[in-house]
């Protein structure tokens, strides 16, 4: 069943259709089996930066899309295919690891058709980047390059139990002071010992010395560049700053952490960490209409997000409405971890020579998903446009607040006891107040985590930018300014992950080498959204969603927190 939003982790959760009426003035679109590929328009400027392009690969959590994007910043071809989502017990969610390799390919294909078509040639594109969901882990071997089971995707929550032994644990209270993450059903460091514990291939391959462990882009990686026959196996530093076994100050990983989750680093292969932006160390793409063409850099997609706003500068910031919604704070060039709830991670490190820089995340586990639970499940249209138009419909969420913890509550609640629960239903509501609390409940969780971020940055945000699909809906976005009060700030272009992949592979050959000259990128265009209720009334809402959090605690029972019953 088709999602509303391509539910990627910043992930740009494209409407196409608006993103056709966005672009209306610089592109035009061409249809190849129901998706659409960008177009050049005819009178593109005939500068030095039009002429050359990088392409992006990103691999979200439910689609992968590959985007060539000229050195402006314009995407010139697209295609979007979307993978299966496994779902075999509540709480579970698994992807096929050859279905995303396989994916990534069926994207590379069709757009370089389009790309082609429109009179360039391969050669033209001078590097690749690669942006991707992040925690979701993935185990196989090493010998033979088989997945030994499939992947298991991040909002996975299996390992509840599990997050509850290790929490009380000597030394679990320190792991966040060295890598910036809280124990939880979120990184895939919990994910690879639950693999460990309950899956004998996986074990087997462990004590062997065979096991090869990697989030979504070391696994895209380690096959692009051929599989066994390339043995590259690599991630970069804010990919492996969501595993909790990489150490936010070295950037390497920390035996410290590793003992803790029992790991012998002789016995695993893990990937090598390198900066989001490098020349070499990422390989070449092996086989097809890419052959060749060096792979220059490699971003955990809320990253990429954070470098497609060109949020360089400590202080800025941004949303993505993906499958879930995630906001980084740029805190600079020293780790901040956080005494709030909120995630302690890096931002990006565009090269080698250049310091890296953090970055402060609330994590939302649902937004656009949310959206997508009313279609898919309730039968609210089948369309995400006339969700939308349906929260519009009213004048407010009528009394009614959905706490949308379908996988507990992240940041900055952390409650992995919660359940998804609808508060205040009167005989006077509607399905427009469910849409419209649904798609509200994204907002309030964005106003906690700044909230955290304030306490712990000692600094208010002046200006939030926004991406992702639901950040298409207007009265979605306007209601974020209200709850939030300050300007919500979405760019015309909304390819932002891609674009930041993009522009990371561009510094690792040289096409941009200072961040100022990126200060105009994906700046026209824009729309803002201003503050429309007052400041006591958007409190008073505050008010009642912390009630109904409060509320949604202790609906799950320890005995069935990761699934052992339906096994």
């Known amino acids: 069943m088709r999602n509303p939003f391509d539910m990627s982790d910043l992930d740009s959760l494209v409407d196409e259709q608006e993103q056709q009426e966005s672009y209306a003035d610089l592109h035009a679109y061409s249809s190849h089996d129901g998706n659409r590929s960008l ?12 002429d050359r392009f990088i392409g992006a690969i990103d691999t979200g959590t439910t689609s992968s899309r590959f985007i060539i994007f000229d050195c402006t910043g314009v ?16 709480g579970w969610h698994e992807q096929d ?21 429109l009179g360039h040639s391969t050669d033209e594109i001078e590097a690749i980047g690669i942006t991707s969901q992040r925690e979701t882990a993935v185990c196989w071997d090493w010998e033979t390059g088989e997945p030994l089971h499939n992947a298991i995707a991040w909002p996975d929550t299996r390992t509840k139990g599990l997050v509850r032994e290790l929490k009380a644990k000597p030394g679990a209270d320190e792991l966040k002071n060295i890598c910036g993450l809280p124990l939880s059903t979120y990184p895939s460091s919990v994910t690879l ?61 920390d035996d410290r952490l590793l003992n803790f989750f029992g790991l012998d680093r002789n016995k695993i292969r893990l990937p090598h960490i390198l900066p989001s932006s490098d020349p070499d160390g990422y390989g070449y793409v092996s086989s097809g209409p890419l052959e060749g063409i060096p792979i220059t850099s490699c971003l955990g997609d809320q990253s990429s997000a954070l470098v497609g706003h060109c949020a360089f500068t400590p202080g800025s910031a941004k949303n993505t409405y993906g499958t879930g919604c995630f906001l980084l704070y740029n805190v600079g060039e020293k780790p901040v971890i956080s005494k709030h709830g909120l995630l302690g991670t890096v931002g990006f490190q565009l090269g ?24 898919n499940n309730m039968g609210f249209f089948r369309d995400s446009r006339k969700v939308s138009d349906l929260a519009a419909s009213v004048p407010d969420s009528g009394g009614c607040f959905f706490v949308t913890a379908f996988s507990g509550l992240f940041a900055p609640y952390w409650i992995d006891d919660a359940k998804g629960t609808i508060f205040g239903i009167t005989q006077y509501t509607q399905r427009g107040h469910i849409a419209r609390a649904t798609m509200e409940a994204a907002c309030y969780q964005t106003k906690a985590i700044l909230d955290a971020i304030e306490v712990d940055s000692g600094h208010k945000l002046t200006q939030l930018a926004v991406d992702g699909g639901m950040s298409n809906s207007d009265i979605c976005m306007q209601t974020q300014a209200d709850i939030i009060q300050i300007p919500v700030e979405r760019p015309a272009m909304h390819e932002t992950t891609a674009l930041g992949a993009a522009i990371a592979a561009g510094f690792a050959i040289d096409v941009w080498k200072d961040f100022n000259e990126l200060k105009n990128m994906n700046r026209a265009n824009r729309t803002t959204f201003e503050p429309h209720i007052s400041i006591k009334k958007s409190a008073r809402m505050y008010k009642q969603w912390s009630k109904a959090v409060e509320m949604s605690r202790g609906w799950t029972d320890s005995g069935d927190m990761d699934g052992e019953d339906e096994e």
């Not at 995407?75 to 509540?90: C, D, G, L, N």
């Not at 994916?103 to 790309?115: H, Q, R």
């Not at 020579?353 to 656009?368: C, D, F, N, Q």
């Open 97 to 117: 690891p050859f279905e995303l390799v396989d994916s990534v390919y069926i994207c590379i294909e069709e757009a370089m058709k389009t790309f082609l078509a």
């Open 39 to 50: 177009l050049q328009n005819e009178n593109r400027r005939n500068d030095n930066l039009k």
């Open 352 to 375: 080698k020579h250049r310091k890296p820089v953090y970055a402060l995340e609330g994590s939302v586990a649902v937004a656009g998903s949310g959206v997508s639970f009313l279609m």
């Open 193 to 253: 010992v639950w693999m460990l514990e309950h899956l004998p291939e996986v074990k087997a391959a462990y004590e062997d010395g065979r096991l090869a462990f990697g989030t979504v882009d070391s696994w895209l990686i380690y096959n692009l560049n051929g599989g066994p026959e390339g043995g590259r196996l690599v991630t970069d530093v804010t990919n492996a700053s969501r595993t909790m076994f990489m150490n936010l100050e070295t950037l390497d990983y």
């Open 75 to 90: 995407p010139v071809a697209k295609y979007q295919t979307e993978f299966r989502q496994i779902h075999e017990y509540s």
